[in-house]
């Protein structure tokens, strides 16, 4: 097949393909761009036309404008209207040579407004003379639209005056509004309206004398006329459905349309099975059943039989709502819904006074009692010999446990409330499930199910297959992993030199992937993170989220580790290798809003979890004390289970400042993050103290991480965009000088400031690689600066992975490619830039000079050089030129502290050597210098001196 396109500039839009009845694609097709239509065949094929008459269908929107054509790649005209017909304005085009054989058309109205683009249509020769448009729709017809009677009856309940018909055309600017009815037989009303065959209407039904005038929005039915009159509709599949020449007949409040008269002939029985939590009702009870949503009852106060029971009927085919009342009160829930079954039996069901939805079998006696234990967390946890379940669902009206060890439907476990709503809770020995499944209950496979009839996965699941929600969740037996670094303690922040990296995209060497991909690379003899001398390794989301492939800031499990990643185990093996290695392990965790899919919050207490919305999806609800329960319960989880030795926190601005409109807020929520945080920090503490909250709050609010603050150290924002200029050879050393000192300024004490030149966000929402920034011919020996200001400075370090052997390339958030550590091992500038940075590292780690509280001067910032002191006694002097400039510079004129000092470290070194560096040495560790000296200081390099 080949498909013809007739090009011009015009934004590209889906086109609409014809109906072809041999069921096979033509050789040829036509498109115009900006149009949707698609020709079947060559509008050049036959002669061109030299005149056409369009004919507009407008109901009066369009009566009083213009027609307006053009061509490919020619510019349109205006064609006044010579007469009106019955259906709107008719235009009698002369065709210019351009024109003959197609052109596209839309109209305006009498404003000079036109239509929308999706209403572009196009005209081609084999259409002929004479065509029909109607206005704001793309089709084109050749013959004469048809009008015939719509006839609608609808049921007229209570003493009310009969509705109005209101009806209308989505894709035109038809609406009109129908309020002459007849009387039928049996209460109902008739309505006719002529209308066009072949075209989709809606309508609804409005009465001036009832609450809101309007039935509801899910109300709106949809109509179509066949060429013979026969009414249509259309399913929920999109499929036409015919319905017959009678008319249609409808019940106010709900959407379904009958194609002959339908009776309340099915029956329905309700039975009281329990009271919700805090429900008021006394008896007698009285109930009243309406159609769907709508405003007037269908029965009204009817009573209990002698049974207990309450009967009544309704029609088929359409939902019938419901709900209770006394003499003193209602329930608290609008009504329950129901829709009978198609057999002529008595439906019968059970009610949870209360809650919304119904149930088919009777749920246990006592469904609302508080359990025999404390509920430690949402999800599930072993404890005194028994699998203990929990689930914030405060709406439902029943929930069960199904799993492997249940058969799944076959022997459900119900779970009971708490007396207060709050929570389902079961619990099952754990002896009795390891009988059913014949082994371990770890990796078993479970679910909820709610109302008897749905299937949810756990929101608090340890393990999930993945994200989708039709998907399992998966039983965790944490006692059975076997730790080795059984002696392992959270380490104290001075010592922490944190690197950053991305699970999956780290390594994938030796067939590894994930989280066992970066194990390998600590545990491998040659493993390249035994290699790189960072402290601790802060790890990218690892949560489960929605899809396999991304960064990880789309949570749709908090609990679980992203099975994409390997699971849970592999993120145990991860954390174990990195300690018996000596370093800690930090998590990223988004507790600022959840997945935009695969949200299974969502699916189970959406009015509990979320009132807000963020640009990345909807906004946690800080102040609801089921939420903050969950997410305070998940960090200890992680410590607990998992031994994580810190978290960052993603964009906590969004946290604290929830409530207004602020950056990334599309609509503010209820607030409370302040104290969300605060719950966070206590939490956290009552586990380890020593266990670092980490914010990336930007731009900074300082008192975040003050005494009485809840976080203890933040991303600093001005550290990195300050060196991002001084790299991109910007003289903005004042401010970066500032920078530096900001542990001294805006902070009150040393370890609230992370000091940061590269991040995930600053390398892949951007290119800000340094390397990139930097230039070519520069790139890795400002690198070597970046990485001494950063491992150099006062607070915590943190490098993003790469940086330390001067990666370049952006890291995309759609990629997939791992680091080339291959490459980095081999490459010679890579090493060197490597041994740059771990010798920083090793000259930082178990210094009280550098780590913790070791105060930082500044002694010179001008011409691209910025100069500062380390230690009590001005111990270490360190010289970062950020210019082209070299050679000789007075030490006084530096403000070298008075002394004597060694050069401890020179980026121009043998082994850090890159770029074609000339060497700039000042005698080494032999050297003696005084302030009365001068500095052979590099280009592009770092000096440092050491006290003697």
Known sequence: MQLHTLNWTWKNRAKDFFS?????????????????????????????????TVHLITAGKYREGQLYIWTPGRAGRFVSSSKEDEHGPVYDVTLKEPERNLFLFKFLDKHGTFEPDYANRLWVA???????????????????????????????????????????????DFVTTIEESEPCQDGWVRFRHDIYTGREYCFMLRSPDLPGEWESKEAERNILLDADGGHCTFAGDSARRKLGKEGVWTLEGDNQLFG??????????????????????????????????????????????????????????????????????AEQVERHFVKAADDASEMHCYVVLDRADILPMQPPADLFSNPPFDIERPGVW???????????????ASVEVV??????????????????????????????????????????????????????????????????????????????????????????????NIYQLHP??????????????????????????????????????????????????????????????????????????????????????????????????????????????????????????????????????FMQNYRIDGFRFD?????????????????????GGWGFMQRLREAVRQVDGRCLMMAENLPNDWDLTYNSGPMDTQWCDDFHDRMIDACRGWDMMNRLADAVQMTHTACTRWHEATNYAESHDEVGNEPNRISCVAGPGQGLRRNKVANAATLLSRGIPLSFMGAETGEWRQFHKDGEQALDLNHYEQDGAACCLRNWWNRLSEIRRGNP??????????????????????????????????????????????????????????????????????????????????RGDWLNIPDYGVVMLEKR
């Not at 009845?21 to 097709?29: G, V």
Request: net charge negative.
């Open 403 to 496: 799993g492997d060890w249940t058969g799944w439907q076959d022997s459900p476990l119900p779970m009971r409330s708490t007396l207060d709503g709050t929570y389902w809770w079961a619990q099952v020995p754990v002896a009795d499930i390891t009988a059913a499944l014949g082994g371990s209950f770890h990796g078993a496979r479970y679910k909820f199910r709610l109302n008897q009839v749905r299937l949810v996965q756990d929101p608090a699941a340890d393990w999930v297959d993945n994200s989708d929600l039709s998907s399992a969740s998966r039983l965790v037996d944490h006692q059975a992993f076997a730790w080795q670094a059984s002696d392992w303690q959270r380490p104290g922040w001075e010592s922490l």
């Open 260 to 329: 002959r008269q339908p009776f309340a002939d099915k029956k329905i029985c309700l039975e009281i099975a329990a009271k919700g939590s805090g429900c008021t009702l006394e008896t007698p009870l009285f109930l009243d059943v309406w159609i769907n949503r709508a405003r007037t009852q269908l029965h009204t106060g009817l009573t209990a039989d002698a049974d207990g029971h309450y009967r009544f009927q309704t029609y088929p085919e359409v939902i019938t709502s419901f709900s209770f009342r006394s003499d003193n009160a």
């Open 651 to 671: 964009f906590t601005r969004v946290v604290r400042f929830g409530n207004q409109w602020i950056a990334h807020v599309k609509q503010p929520g209820s607030g």
């Open 849 to 930: 000079r550098l780590e913790g509280p070791s105060p930082l001067r500044v002694n010179f910032a001008q011409q691209g050089m910025l100069a500062f002191t380390r230690g009590e006694a001005n111990d270490l002097f360190i010289l970062l030129n950020f210019s082209g400039w070299s050679g000789w510079r007075s030490l006084a004129e530096l403000n070298l502290p008075d002394g004597e000092y060694k050069e401890l470290l020179n980026s121009t070194w043998g082994d850090y050597r890159v770029e074609w560096e000339d060497e700039h040495s000042n005698g080494g560790w032999d050297a003696h210098m005084h």
């Open 126 to 172: 084999q259409d002929g003379e004479e065509i029909w448009a109607h206005s704001q729709a793309a089709a084109v017809s050749i013959a004469a639209p048809v009008k015939k009677p719509l006839i609608v009856h609808v049921l007229q309940t209570g003493t009310q005056a009969p509705p109005h018909l209101h009806l209308w055309q989505n894709d035109s």
């Open 504 to 637: 999956s995209r780290f390594s994938s060497r030796d067939g590894q992937h994930g989280l066992d991909a970066v194990t390998r690379e600590m545990t491998a003899p040659d493993g390249y993170l035994r290699k790189v001398k960072a402290t601790a390794v802060l790890l990218l989301p690892t949560c489960e989220f929605a899809g396999d492939c991304g960064w990880g800031y789309n949570p749709s499990f908090f609990y679980s580790v992203e099975s994409a990643y390997g699971g849970p185990d592999a993120l145990k093996r991860l954390v174990d290798a990195c300690h018996q290695q000596g370093k800690a392990v930090l998590m990223d965790v988004i507790f600022n809003h959840a997945s935009a899919s695969d949200n299974v919050l969502w699916s189970v207490a959406p009015e509990s979890f979320f009132d807000g919305d963020t640009d990345w999806g909807p906004m946690i609800n800080f102040d609801h004390p089921q939420v903050l329960h969950f997410f305070e319960r998940n960090l200890t989880h």
């Open 382 to 396: 072993v404890a005194d010999g028994h699998l203990r379940f929990a689930l914030h669902c405060p709406k439902t």
């Open 20 to 52: 072809i009845k041999e069921r096979r694609f033509p050789d040829d097709l036509w498109t115009c761009e900006g149009a949707a239509r698609v020709a079947a065949e060559n509008p050049f094929a036959v002669s061109g036309r030299e005149k056409v």
